[in-house]
T-cell receptor, first 113, second 111 residues
Framework: GAGVSQTPSNKVTEKGKYVELRCDPI?????LYWYRQSLGQGPEFLIY????????DSGLPNDRFFAVRPEGSVSTLKIQRTERGDSAVYLC???????????FGNGTRLTVT | GESVGLHLPTLSVQEGDNSIINCAYS??????FIWYKQESGKGPQFIID?????DKRQGQRVTVLLNKTVKHLSLQIAATQPGDSAVYFC??????????FGSGTKLNVKP
């Protein structure tokens, strides 16, 4: 079956630009997560959705970061006024229910020049 | 934030030997733990999980041990193969399914 799909796989943008990263979770998974992974580090929590609502957005670094999941399936992570420090791999994961394994996509590698 | 750490950043083993990857966690309230494997350019892949009411869980060639007294988790891989070469992360869940990850251990399998 299809896993978590993330698009684009790579994104290069200039400092100050706006970007959107898309995540298609596994069908039927109600929980969706965004993580950020820097080189040589473990994934860092950004935000968690249960259904359409953001259950926990405490990991978003600042108000330039925003995520939506309007219909409880596909999610978009939006980054405004990108900075070079935003360069990282952005990982999306979904899970069937709370306290069940997260299934990750292969991530979007964002490079801000 | 929470602290999930690994004792060794890099582990080299001979093909066919057993591997043991360790992880320390800091929050005694954590009740669910997962080991992930990550290959270059890919997302983390689920290996095995364990809940806090268990001490040991076995899968295919893998075993996870949980010692709640010292807040320690380990992953044992039997008969390590070249395809096991990757970075391994432990993740803990102590707050409504928000998982915290350590920085990972790189496993090198020598032929």
């Amino acid at each position: 079956g299809a896993g978590v799909s993330q698009t684009p796989s790579n994104k290069v943008t200039e400092k100050g630009k706006y970007v959107e990263l898309r995540c298609d979770p596994i069908s039927g998974h109600t929980a969706l997560y965004w993580y950020r992974q820097s080189l040589g580090q473990g994934p860092e929590f950004l935000i968690y959705f249960q259904g359409t609502g953001a259950a926990d957005d405490s990991g978003l670094p600042n108000d330039r970061f925003f995520a939506v999941r309007p219909e409880g399936s596909v999610s978009t992570l939006k980054i405004q006024r990108t900075e070079r420090g935003d360069s990282a791999v952005y990982l999306c994961a979904s899970s069937l229910q709370t306290e069940s394994p997260l299934h990750f996509g292969n991530g979007t590698r964002l490079t801000v020049t | 934030g929470e602290s999930v750490g690994l004792h060794l950043p890099t582990l080299s083993v001979q093909e066919g030997d057993n591997s043991i990857i360790n992880c320390a966690y800091s929050n005694s309230a954590s009740d669910y733990f997962i080991w992930y494997k990550q290959e270059s350019g890919k997302g983390p892949q689920f290996i095995i999980d364990i809940r806090s009411n268990m001490d040991k869980r076995q899968g295919q060639r893998v075993t996870v041990l949980l010692n709640k007294t010292v807040k320690h988790l380990s992953l044992q891989i039997a008969a390590t193969q070249p395809g096991d070469s990757a970075v391994y992360f432990c993740a803990e869940n102590n707050n409504f399914n928000k998982f915290y990850f350590g920085s990972g251990t790189k496993l090198n399998v020598k032929p």
